[in-house]
C-alpha cells in the first residue's frame, strides 16, 4: 500500500526505494528480500489490482455475453468496461491511489511498463473491442479501435484528477456523485461510438 500511494504520487523513476521503506515502517533491506529491486516491486503493486479491475470487467463482459435477452448495446459494454474502474475512486484512497498510478502509465520508462500492460490488459481490452465491432457492424473496425483507446484516455483523466472538474463548472459538477460520473461519461461515449466517420 505504501509502495503504491508513492508510486502514484512520484512515478517510478522519482520514488526511492527508501521512502517507501519509512511509510511502511520498515527496513529498505526487507522490501528487497521479498521483492528483489524496485522495479519488481512496482510490478507487484500494478499486478495486484489491475488484475482485480481486468477480472471485473471480464467478468462483467461474459455475463452480458451469456444473458437471455440478446447481444449487448454499446452502453451496456461502455458501462461494463467503465464501472469497476470508476467504482475504484470511492472505495478508499488505496483504491485511488491504484487510479492514479495506471493513469501515470504513459510517463513511465516503456522498458517496465509495456509488458505490464500487456498482462494486465490487453485480453480484456481485445475482447471489448471484438464486442463493439459485433455490437456496431455498421462503424469501420479501425474505428472501434480508436474508440476503445479513447475510451480509456477519457476514463483516466476523470479518476486521476476529479477536482478538476469542479473547479471548470465552477463547483457546478461534482465528480464526488459516482452516478453522475458513469453518466455522463456514458453518454458522452455512446454518441462517440455510435457517430460515423465522415
Not at 471480464?58 to 458501462?79: H, K, M, Q, W
Not at 513511465?108 to 490487453?122: C, F, M, N, Q, S
Not at 481490452?125 to 480508436?146: C, G
Request: a positive charge.
Amino acid at each position: 500500500n505504501c509502495a503504491e500511494k508513492e508510486f502514484a504520487a512520484r512515478g517510478y523513476s522519482a520514488t526511492p526505494l527508501h521512502k517507501i521503506a519509512t511509510g511502511a515502517k520498515v527496513n529498505q533491506a526487507l522490501i528487497s528480500y521479498y521483492f528483489g529491486s524496485k522495479e519488481k516491486l512496482y510490478q507487484a503493486v500494478f499486478l495486484r489490482r489491475g488484475l482485480e479491475l481486468t477480472r471485473e470487467r471480464l467478468r462483467l463482459l461474459d455475463e452480458l455475453e451469456n444473458r437471455a435477452s440478446g447481444p449487448p448495446t454499446v452502453e451496456d459494454l461502455i458501462r461494463s468496461f467503465l464501472v469497476p474502474a470508476i467504482s475504484m475512486m470511492y472505495q478508499g484512497n488505496d483504491r485511488r491511489d491504484f487510479l492514479r498510478l495506471q493513469a501515470r502509465l504513459q510517463n513511465e520508462p516503456k522498458e517496465i511498463t509495456g509488458k505490464l500492460r500487456a498482462i494486465v490488459y490487453d485480453e480484456a481490452t481485445r475482447r471489448y473491442i471484438e464486442s463493439f465491432k459485433a455490437a456496431l457492424p455498421q462503424v469501420d473496425p479501425k474505428a472501434i479501435v480508436w474508440r476503445v483507446v479513447m475510451m480509456i484516455g477519457g476514463y483516466l483523466y476523470i479518476v486521476s484528477d476529479a477536482s478538476r472538474l469542479g473547479q471548470l463548472s465552477n463547483g457546478l459538477c461534482d465528480a464526488n456523485d459516482q452516478a453522475e460520473v458513469v453518466r455522463q461519461i456514458s453518454a458522452f461515449l455512446t454518441g462517440g461510438f455510435k457517430y460515423p466517420l465522415r
